[in-house]
């Protein structure tokens, strides 16, 4: 197994962690957390839509007729994900609400194997899975009963009678991914392209965030995004749309030469480590909440559940 490669998938895991840090600041110019998706769903489609005529596959296109309907909605779990992230950033930090989004995607993970579902081989539950699952459970559990007490003056914590949605809202955003990945994986048997199977996911997630934010703002129930600001963002607050679309890729590529458990061993490993240090260093303008023994404790028990979980 080249080391290369290994070293690629836990920057791709760094990458995911970055994206939902950076959006903060497309939220803050645009003024609305749908908004903000919409416009970070579109950077990663057109990027994506290049790199796809760059390749020359868009003959790819023409297996459509062909593809089941359902297979080309995995893209839907992106806006969840990516709007998730916005809101509950400022309210947990970052590895508060990375250790929700991991837990998601591990349980996930699981029900996918365990019971074979969206055409995956059904695998046998062990002592490794069930190990790391309490283990997993256990992190977060100490990771998330400290963030009141480390949340900044100002910041909205977890105190609020909306503990509960908060959290559940981060489990349920983190849960898609695999299943995205799931549903995306079918679609690439059929269209046999990655780039273009990843481009379609994110164009379907771009309509529908459209679609969303449509709604609200002609109901009211959140601002019309604000245009004129995006000319004063920081050159990083652009980089969620270029971190969306190097982890679809990035992902598409790796696991038929890693695997995929391996594959998500490792991004979930490196989405961890980067938002403890986002959270310790008060990167991308966020506040700093430090890395407390507790928190530490709960990290290394998320990622030592993870790497049970995938490697054993």
């Not at 997630?205 to 934010?213: C, D, E, F």
Request: some cysteine; overall charge positive; hydrophobic content about 55%.
């Amino acid at each position: 197994m080249h080391t290369a490669l290994l070293a690629a998938a836990l920057l791709v895991g760094c990458l995911l962690a970055v994206q939902a840090s950076v959006n903060l600041q497309l939220n803050s110019a645009v003024g609305t957390p749908y908004g903000a998706s919409a416009v970070q769903l579109g950077v990663a489609t057109g990027l994506l839509a290049v790199l796809a005529i760059a390749a020359g596959a868009l003959g790819a296109l023409g297996r459509l007729p062909d593809v089941a309907p359902w297979h080309l909605l995995g893209g839907l779990a992106s806006p969840l994900y990516i709007t998730s992230g916005i809101l509950l950033f400022p309210r947990l930090g970052a590895l508060a609400a990375v250790g929700l989004f991991v837990t998601g995607q591990m349980f996930a993970s699981l029900a996918l194997d365990l019971f074979g579902l969206l055409g995956l081989r059904q695998q046998d539950l062990n002592a490794g899975i069930f190990v790391g699952a309490v283990a997993v459970l256990a992190g977060i559990v100490v990771i998330i009963r400290g963030v009141k007490a480390a949340a900044p003056p100002g910041v909205p914590g977890m105190s609020s009678p909306r503990r509960a949605g908060w959290l559940a809202l981060g489990i349920v955003a983190g849960a898609g991914l695999p299943v995205q990945g799931a549903v995306n994986a079918r679609l690439r048997t059929q269209l046999q392209e990655p780039v273009v199977v990843a481009a379609i996911s994110f164009a379907v997630a771009t309509l529908t965030i459209a679609v969303v934010l449509l709604v609200l703002s002609a109901t009211r129930r959140t601002p019309k995004p604000r245009i004129a600001p995006l000319r004063r963002m920081p050159w990083w607050g652009w980089l969620g749309g270029v971190c969306a679309a190097a982890y679809v890729t990035g992902t598409f590529l790796l696991i038929p030469e890693i695997g995929a458990a391996v594959t998500i061993a490792l991004t979930v490993t490196g989405q961890q480590l980067t938002s403890a240090l986002i959270d310790h260093r008060g990167l991308f303008r966020l506040p700093r909440r430090s890395l407390t023994k507790p928190r530490a404790a709960g990290l290394a028990l998320l990622i030592a559940g993870s790497l049970t979980i995938q490697l054993v």
